[in-house]
């Protein structure tokens, strides 16, 4: 018999499965404090990979690691059912600021949910597996998944994301922008900065008006627009002119028209800086480009209501939100859900200092809780209804080849 959300149940196995994230609680959390104790960024997370999958084979979970030929990635696996489930789990820290995204809270709310549904598995006709990604801040390591097979078969995607408090925990209508992050070099020629001034080709020059353009530029692109950079190599002594200098800079959009229109403009202040200076430019993509995120309405439906019995704002969004995620990449091409979790009490911004504590404190990891129930209530719904069922068993990934794109 196929469950609904009406039936008696279907409530009794949500009730199983809110026990369940309960019983694996004092484990979950310990594993998600450790993550955050131990900053491991983008490709280097070696002890938070093998923490989580250590945990997720105890809760008899078959455990692939090296996913996708990243030694940071593994994929636990449970289950038989025609129907593939991906709960995406990310660990990765920011350089010199910590876990200041909640990256270990994200896990410990994949992780517990993961560990809830296992049992139920059979019952619910899923294959479920909990997808370790590492490089979610720098590197897309979703997107290198994606092109290695890592979600092939995968009908449906889910995980959730930690902000500040006082947004609504409704995902319906929101977005997460495109980027794309590159290097700029420009190269001139190095001389003495006293002796002979007028004889080198200043590289550092044409940084500074690169910046000076691109800040001006600022003001004629849509407010839901961003472009970011900083210097990386300009010189490091006084006496010599450098012939070398290095800007690293993203650009954002919510669709990728948008995003490819302004990168050609912010491109154009680069060479507009190069030209002026006398030097020769080089730009290269440093990352994968992470694509904008498509929320499933349907499983944003179930989270909602999920939300609605914690007693969470549930209401409407103002609409797209800003930042970026790899997660982006996933849902382009498999129906997904990345839900924004509202700290209780951070009024601080992510990527901050502050933001990093907050997302090691009892009120967080609250929210993670209640979020890895609702997670787990989000995919018994989905499996549980017969529409929705066919149509994520329909929508099960599989990558275009050579093949069959018509070419060899």
Request: aromatic content about 6%; proline content about 5%.
């Amino acid at each position: 018999m196929e469950l609904t959300d009406t039936t008696p149940a279907n409530a009794a196995l949500h009730a199983a499965l809110a026990d369940g994230v309960e019983t694996w609680k004092p484990r979950v959390q310990a594993l998600a404090r450790e993550i955050h104790a131990h900053e491991e960024i983008s490709f280097e997370e070696v002890r938070s990979a093998e923490a989580i999958a250590a945990l997720l084979a105890e809760g008899s979970f078959a455990v692939e690691r090296g996913t996708g030929g990243l030694p940071t990635a593994f994929t636990a696996s449970a289950g038989s059912g025609e129907l593939t489930v991906a709960l995406c789990v990310e660990y990765d820290a920011l350089p010199d600021i910590g876990h200041a995204c909640g990256h270990n809270l994200i896990a410990g709310a994949s992780v517990a949910a993961a560990l809830a549904l296992q049992p139920y598995v059979d019952e619910l006709g899923i294959t479920l597996k909990a997808i370790g990604t590492p490089a979610e801040e720098h590197g897309g390591g979703k997107v290198l998944m994606l092109e290695q097979g890592a979600f092939d078969g995968v009908g449906l995607a889910l995980m959730v994301h930690p902000v500040q408090d006082g947004l609504t925990y409704n995902p319906a209508g929101t977005s997460a922008q495109a980027v794309g992050r590159y290097k700029a070099t420009f190269t001139g020629k190095a001389a003495h900065a006293a002796a002979a001034p007028h004889q080198a080709v200043n590289a550092a020059d044409a940084a500074v008006l690169s910046q000076v353009a691109v800040g001006l530029l600022r003001q004629q692109i849509p407010g839901d627009h961003r472009i970011a950079l900083y210097v990386a190599e300009a010189g490091h002594v006084t006496n010599i002119i450098p012939d070398r200098a290095v800007v690293q800079f993203e650009c954002r959009a919510f669709t990728l028209p948008e995003y490819e229109a302004l990168l050609e403009r912010v491109r154009r202040c680069f060479e507009g800086a190069a030209l002026a200076t006398g030097t020769t430019l080089a730009i290269e993509a440093t990352e994968p480009l992470y694509e904008p995120l498509l929320q499933d309405d349907a499983l944003a439906a179930h989270w909602t209501a999920a939300m609605d019995a914690f007693g969470k704002d549930t209401s409407p969004s103002a609409g797209l939100s800003g930042g970026s995620t790899d997660m982006g990449n996933i849902s382009q091409v498999i129906p997904s859900l990345h839900p924004w979790l509202s700290i209780p009490g951070a009024n601080v911004p992510i990527h901050s200092h502050a933001f990093a504590a907050l997302a090691d404190t009892s009120e967080a990891y609250g929210v993670m809780f209640e979020a890895a129930t609702a997670l787990a209530w989000t995919v018994a719904a989905a499996a549980s209804t017969p529409t929705e069922r066919e149509r994520f068993t329909k929508a099960a990934y599989r990558r275009r080849t050579l093949t069959q794109e018509g070419t060899s």
